[in-house]
């Protein structure tokens, strides 16, 4: 396991620059806490993450620096779609890059798996998540009513189509 991902640095430079590695069990009550402030009372609870981390075609990564946790996302690779799981940046560190490093990738992780869609869902009133999802090429699908609980939001389903052959060898290794 490589702790550094070599050209994919958003801000900071040298051994303590911001870098993704794989998400780790010991980071899960970390996780669990930036989940709370970043979804409220819809946040992942600690043994839901767990359950996340060991579920099937999961892979989770963390974007961390000397050792704090700054943002994290997930995906789920099927045999031919994958779907956005979660993805969240410490708000003291956004506007800084993580956001995308860690889009960039999970659709990498996506487009190796042979992934030929990637879906997610977004609350209708989370304007940077839309903004970074639109920038990437995701488009709306359709509403989901009342799809997130227990605060009753609407979802926008998104759907990004990946093109190209996308090798294994394009996913930077964590
Ligand atoms: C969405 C989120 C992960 C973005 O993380 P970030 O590190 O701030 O994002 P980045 O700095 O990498 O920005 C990437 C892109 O997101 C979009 N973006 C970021 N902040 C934005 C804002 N305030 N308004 C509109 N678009 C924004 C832009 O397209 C930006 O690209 P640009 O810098 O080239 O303009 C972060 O805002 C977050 O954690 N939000 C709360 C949790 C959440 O909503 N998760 C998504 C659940 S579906």
Do not use: N
Request: net charge negative; hydrophobic share 45%.
């Amino acid at each position: 396991m490589k702790a550094q991902v070599s050209g994919l640095e958003p801000s900071g430079t040298g051994e303590h620059a911001p870098a993704l590695r794989p998400m780790l069990k010991a980071d899960l009550p970390a996780i669990a806490e930036l989940e709370k402030v970043c979804f409220g009372a819809e946040a992942w609870s600690l043994s839901m993450l767990a359950e996340e981390l060991d579920g099937i075609g999961r892979t989770y990564v963390v974007a961390a620096a000397e050792g704090v946790v700054l943002g994290y996302g997930g995906v789920f690779v099927g045999p031919d779609f994958a779907e956005i799981m979660t993805i969240a940046v410490d708000p003291a560190q956004r506007g800084l890059g993580y956001g995308r490093l860690l889009m960039d990738h999970l659709l990498a992780v996506a487009r190796a798996g042979g992934a030929s869609h990637v879906f997610l869902e977004v609350a209708t009133d989370l304007g940077p998540a839309r903004g970074l999802y639109d920038s990437l090429g995701f488009v709306p699908l359709g509403i989901r009513k009342r799809y997130y609980q227990p605060s009753g939001r609407d979802a926008i389903m998104m759907r990004l189509t990946l093109v190209g052959p996308g090798l294994v060898s394009d996913v930077p290794e964590v």
